[in-house]
C-alpha cells in the first residue's frame, strides 16, 4: 500500500496564494523566516524581563514583585510554541516532533548532567594547568540569587533558533555534517556582538560548542537534552565556578546596567574573588605569573668626583 502524502500546494487556494506557499516552503526561506520569527519572539521577551523584571506594574501584569519575570519567562517560552508549532504546520505540514513531550524529562534530566560534568571537567583541567584555583566557598544561598527566567528561556530559544532552526533545515539540504559545520559557524559568529567576547572563544564556541550542543539533537531528534546541557552549562560556568558566560551577564544577576558597570574593568575571564562581591558559589580566580622585578636605581661611582679640565695655570 502506497503511502498518502498532503498534496504540494493546496488545491482550493487562489494562485497568487499559491505562489507565496511554494516561495515560503523553500527550505532557504523557511530557514529565513522561521529564524527571525523565533529570534524576535525570543530576544523581546528578554527585553521585557530586563526592563520591567523589577516593576511591580509591568504592562503585561503576568505576576506581581519578584515573580514577575517567572511569570515573564513562562510567557516567553508559551510564545516561542506556538510560533514554532503554528509556523511547521501551516507551512511545513507536519507536526514538531522535536518538542514532543516524549521523555522530555528523561533527556533534560541527562542534559543536565553532562552540562555539570562537562563543565566541572574543563575546570579541573584548568586546575591541573595552573590557569585556575578555587579561593573560598560561598553560601549555597547564592547559588539561587540572580538566577531570572532569563536563565531558562535563553537556553531554550537559542536550541529552538539554532538546532530546531538552522540545523535542521540545513540537514534538510545539506545532510547531517554540512549542517553541522554551517549551524556551528552561525552559532560562534551571532556571539561575536556579546561584550568582551575574544576571537579565541568565538572559536571556542563554534568548534566545541556548537557542535557539543548539536549531538543530542542528531542522536535523539527531540531539543530536550541540548536544552538541558545548554542551561547546566552555562549556570554551572557562571554561578558555581565564578566564571564569564559569553552575553549572560543579565541573565545571571538580573540587573544589567549596574552589573556590566562593575564588571567593565574586568581583566580577565574569570572572576577574582573581589569582583566576585558574594553572587558566586565558589570565588575563584586564574593563576597569573608575579610581576617581573624592577631594575635597581642607577648608582653613583663612591669616592669619585666628577673630572674637571684645567688648564694647568692657577
Not at 41 to 51: E, P, Q, R
Request: aromatic content about 10%.
Amino acid at each position: 500500500m502506497e503511502r498518502q502524502t498532503e498534496p504540494a500546494v493546496e488545491p482550493q487556494a487562489t494562485p497568487r496564494l499559491r505562489l507565496l506557499l511554494r516561495i515560503l516552503r523553500n527550505p532557504f526561506v523557511s530557514l529565513l523566516v522561521l529564524y527571525n520569527l523565533v529570534f524576535y519572539v525570543h530576544w523581546s521577551g528578554n527585553a521585557y524581563i530586563l526592563t520591567f523584571g523589577t516593576n511591580s506594574l509591568g504592562p503585561l501584569l503576568l505576576a506581581s514583585g519578584p515573580f514577575l519575570p517567572y511569570g515573564a519567562g513562562i510567557f516567553i517560552i508559551g510564545n516561542l510554541l506556538i510560533v514554532y508549532g503554528s509556523y511547521t504546520r501551516a507551512m511545513e505540514r507536519r507536526s514538531a516532533t522535536e518538542l514532543s513531550l516524549f521523555r522530555m524529562g528523561p533527556e533534560l534530566g541527562i542534559g543536565f548532567l553532562l552540562g555539570f560534568a562537562l563543565m566541572t571537567a574543563c575546570f579541573l583541567i584548568g586546575m591541573a594547568l595552573g590557569l585556575y584555583r578555587i579561593e573560598g566557598i560561598d553560601r549555597w544561598q547564592n547559588l539561587l540569587s540572580g538566577v531570572t527566567a532569563g536563565t531558562v528561556t535563553t537556553p531554550f530559544g537559542e536550541e529552538l533558533q539554532f538546532r530546531g532552526v538552522v540545523f535542521r533545515l540545513l540537514e534538510e539540504v545539506f545532510g547531517g555534517w554540512v549542517a553541522l559545520v554551517l549551524s556551528s559557524l552561525w552559532f560562534g559568529y551571532v556571539h561575536s556582538g556579546n561584550e568582551g567576547e575574544t576571537l579565541a572563544g568565538l572559536a571556542a564556541i563554534a568548534i566545541v560548542y556548537g557542535p557539543m550542543l548539536a549531538a543530542p539533537f542528531m542522536l535523539t531528534r527531540r531539543l530536550w537534552m541540548g536544552t538541558g546541557l545548554h542551561l547546566a552549562w552555562n549556570y554551572t560556568m557562571g554561578k558555581v565556578y565564578s566564571g564569564s558566560v559569553s552575553g549572560g551577564d543579565h541573565l545571571h544577576h538580573g540587573h544589567a546596567g549596574a552589573d556590566r558597570e562593575a564588571r567593565r574593568d574586568r581583566p580577565t575571564v574569570l572572576e577574582s574573588p573581589e569582583r566576585a562581591s558574594g553572587t558566586r558559589h565558589l570565588t575563584a580566580s586564574p593563576l597569573t605569573p608575579p610581576p617581573a622585578p624592577s631594575p635597581p636605581p642607577p648608582r653613583s661611582p663612591r669616592g669619585r668626583h666628577p673630572r674637571s679640565h684645567r688648564s694647568g695655570r692657577s
